[in-house]
């Protein structure tokens, strides 16, 4: 045997002993869970565990003492792993900084490659039309229905349609991600406005393509890695300066992208760029001078992927541009920081599971006694919109950005 | 059969005790098993569990080809507690590939009836692939496979279809004399530790097979017995931090091994001359310097992965000396004392059911006894069939790696375990959290499996075993023993000294790093809410605790 022919063979036991080597930058995520103390902190923590209990879901701990240990055992993890949101609590409490919810994105790539079986049948809706279009959902097949869906939309908000931007070189690229731009349109619709209304020279992808999220929830590492670096190519070759996007899972997967494989090219969240780089001032100046709406109480939902994946700095920033819009008044929510449920691809197989995490938010966001919620995110604002409307509150949900772009003055 | 008269009477639980005890049993001898403490508590149970191909005995054809030909046994008998690890030993420079070839034509020849490849080399950017780890300039390696069983498992597996085959099996019963006629052995005097008292048996023959203390043991008979006793000291890491297991040439030119085992990694090993107290044995900071030293240099960021703890243990050698430890043979040596008594020297874990057929064969003879050895083609308890984990985590509700970890203890025995909850769905509950291990399972082994402390229990499965060492299961599993075996008050807590001073003699030595906040949490439970720094129970401390 030459030495390929003995690489192919060993890749050949590999397989059979359900061995896929760690990459070196895993090793560092396995370094970090072997810092577990097993002191049980983070189970107190959890909000899944605190939903579905312990039997159901063994938690955060169990991952890290007993389910990360035999990587020829991590399909056996199935029943298991897949019910965690990836919310990162757990991660913020651990007094040993134990990085639980990349160790869960580790284990179910390794499931997803040895017995792809196990792998929720759910994601195949996902991983359909990231595999065929590059998107998280399946695009409109009527184009000039989705134009329609966008106007109706727009019309209910209250908000002024903006062309589409596609240059070759722009300072900013705005990348809606697939939520935005399939589902909530408004959203994507909302970022344009604002952008507009402040002069920023951005633009648009030609083609919008996922950044690859959902696709490493689900363990197919494959798809992420080629859909990032699609993405990647795209950035590179436009030369702009700064990502801006408005979901909080964009925001924390293109900032962990940019920084292990050198993108060069910072990812921030709306909210980041107006705080920082129209500046609060300017913006509440702006604001002064709007008229638009009537008095409105909010209570605020924090998404985990801005809070605990990206920085909890960023919510700091939305509570002060709210602060610079008049006529809003604020309740903080008791659960404010608590993980909707709709995160970790959960509501894709266990509906069960991600509706029992979001109802302390729903009780919290009651007693606030705010008509409205908002949130940063198109898929918490989604989650927690669903689970209002069928609790029969009668609590309406917006984007933060939507609600924003409502709320600015006509441009002019 | 009568509870005191016996044709053979086998003492020592190891691997070879206990292979003794099986294989006389199913040949139909009267058998009984006396040890000291429990089924594998000493030499086996510090070993790494591999079933060497013996490519390191290379100079000893026949040896290798005895223990490829056990591989095979094994798998028929025991794939249920067995695992197939790959292997790579890289090489940094050229001579290490030139020195040393004579191996890779021993090992290859005997591959095909394991069902495992020739020895291969592969490149560089392959080595890296499958071990990122690995040191950098690494300009080949070569690659091979071998099995691994668990020690302890076997061994109670054995003691247990011993029992199943008429044997009477005797834990915590220490041989302290010898009723002879004419220099014959006519019975066997041991002091039973549990009940405290002093009993006879009457045997015809006497299998010594009591490994480092196997001299003593002949002494106590009046006859000479040579043994060169070894210490091996192994570093256990928390989990398996490599992806295959690495070989690499130790500081001084032995042979030093980082393995995936269960769910951790064994650093291994050390081979000392000793004429140490085997009941007294740590590893020492030389040894735990010495194997990290060792592998470091093919494995250069080893010192960040997290240690649990160190086992060491001693091997009962052939007494070859005025040679280097790795120049004595690893075969065995069956000294027939001609005064009823038989002993053992050297061998293998690998070896332990041939030892066993070879000593039956000589027991068979001396009694006038035709019969055949079957050892090798009736499988182990639980090696009967396949088991599908994933239906009977549905029929059970049960988590999956819950019954998969218990699966590779018990094979097809899990089913009897999991019919206890459906009277019991309360045994469902986790109590080791690393393991893990529920209160069915623990329950199921006091009942059946005759331990008598957490010490055995963790022997059984693997309780305590894990990252935290017991930190957090001790308490529970003491108290389910205490249930079930009616304990009082003071042997409850006297038991949990036990356990965590047994802990405590691997945690030591290699205490660094995160072991560090790990030992501080449990030392905070143990004390702050267990009290048990406070308790007044008669304890005695171990030779290695502090103060003692």
Known sequence: MNEDEAFEYVKGTLRSERITPYHPYEIEVVRSIEKCINCGLCINHCPVVAAVGIDRFSGPRSIAVELSRSPPEYWSTADIVYLCTGCGTCREVCPKNVDIPEVVNLIRARIFKHRPDLVPKGFYVVQEPLTEYNLAFQPWEDKEEKSESRDMRLEKLGLPYVQDRVLDKAEILFYPGCQAEERAQEVREAAKVILDYFDVDYTLLDEMSCCGLPARLMGDDQTARSLADRLKKKVKKMGIKKVVTTCAGCTSNLSDLSYYFDWGVPTVHILEFLAEDIGLQRFGEDMANSSRLSPVHVTVHDPCHLIRHTSRQIMDYALEILREIPNVRVTESEAYDSCCGGGGLVSYHSRDVADAVVKENIEAIQKTGAERLVTPCPLCTAQIENNLFKSGSSVEVDDLTVFIAQRLPKKG | ?548
């Open chain 2, 1 to 548: 059969m009568s509870d005191s008269e016996f044709d053979v009477v086998v003492i020592g639980g190891g691997s070879t005790g206990t292979a003794v005890a099986r294989d006389c049993a199913m040949r139909g001898l009267r058998t009984l098993l006396l040890e000291r403490d429990d089924i594998a508590s000493a030499t086996v149970g510090t070993c790494a569990g591999m079933i060497s191909s013996g490519l390191k005995y290379r100079n000893e054809p026949d040896i290798m080809e005895l223990c490829s030909e056990e591989v095979v046994h094994f798998n028929h008998i025991a794939r249920h507690i067995m695992m197939k690890i790959p292997i790579l030993a890289p090489l940094l420079d050229l001579s290490d590939a030139a020195s040393d070839s004579g191996y890779i034509d021993a090992y290859s020849e005997h591959a095909e009836e394991r069902e495992v490849p020739a020895m291969m080399f592969l490149t560089p950017e392959a080595t890296l692939e499958i071990e990122p780890m690995v040191h950098p300039d690494v300009i080949a390696s070569v690659y091979y496979e071998e099995f691994f069983i668990d020690p302890f498992r076997l061994s109670l597996l054995q003691a247990l279809d011993a029992i199943n085959h008429g044997a009477k099996v005797h834990t915590y019963c220490e041989v302290i004399g010898f009723e002879k006629t004419g220099g014959e052995i006519q019975g066997v005097v041991f002091y039973n530790r549990i009940t405290g008292t002093t009993e006879t048996v009457r045997t015809k023959l006497v299998v010594n097979a009591t490994g480092p203390w196997a001299h003593k043991l002949a002494r106590m008979n009046d006859s000479k017995l040579d043994l060169r006793l070894n210490k091996g000291t192994h570093v256990i890491l928390d989990r398996r931090v490599v992806n295959v297991g690495i070989t690499a040439r130790a500081l001084d030119g032995r042979w030093v091994y980082l393995f995936p085992h269960e769910n951790t990694t064994l650093l291994g090993t050390t081979a000392l001359d000793t004429w140490e107290d085997p009941d007294r044995l740590v590893a020492s900071f030389d040894e735990i310097e010495y194997l990290l030293q060792s592998i470091e240099a093919v494995i250069p960021s080893i010192r960040e992965s997290r240690i649990i703890r160190t086992m060491a243990g001693i091997r009962p050698l052939v007494p070859d000396w005025k040679v280097s430890e790795d120049k004595v043979t690893r075969g065995y040596q069956i000294v027939d004392h001609e005064n009823g008594m038989i002993s053992f020297t050297g061998g293998k874990l690998v070896m332990c059911r041939h030892m066993a057929q070879d000593v039956t064969d000589l027991v068979c003879k001396k009694l006038g006894v035709k019969a055949i050895c079957k050892t090798h083609e009736k499988p182990l308890p639980g090696n009967e069939d396949d088991v599908d984990v994933e239906s009977l985590s549905v029929e059970y509700g049960i988590s999956l790696h819950t019954l998969e970890r218990m699966r590779a203890r018990r094979g097809t025995d899990i089913v009897k375990i999991l019919e206890l909850t459906k009277e019991h769905p309360e045994w469902k509950t986790t109590i080791c959290t690393c393991e893990p291990v529920i209160e069915a399972e623990i329950r199921y082994a006091i009942r059946e499996e005759f331990p008598q402390t957490l010490n055995d229990l963790r022997r059984r499965l693997r309780l305590g075993t894990g990252p935290c060492q017991g930190t957090s299961c001790t308490y529970k599993a003491a108290a389910i023993l205490s249930e079930e075996l009616d304990l009082e008050g003071d042997d409850f807590l006297v038991d949990i000294l036990d356990f965590k001073a047994e802990r405590w003699k691997g945690i030591r030595p290699s205490m660094r790093g995160e072991q560090l906040a790990q030992e501080e949490l449990a030392q905070g439970i143990y004390t702050c809410v267990g009290n048990l720094d406070q308790s007044d129970v008669d304890y005695d401390l171990k030779p290695w605790e502090e103060g003692a």
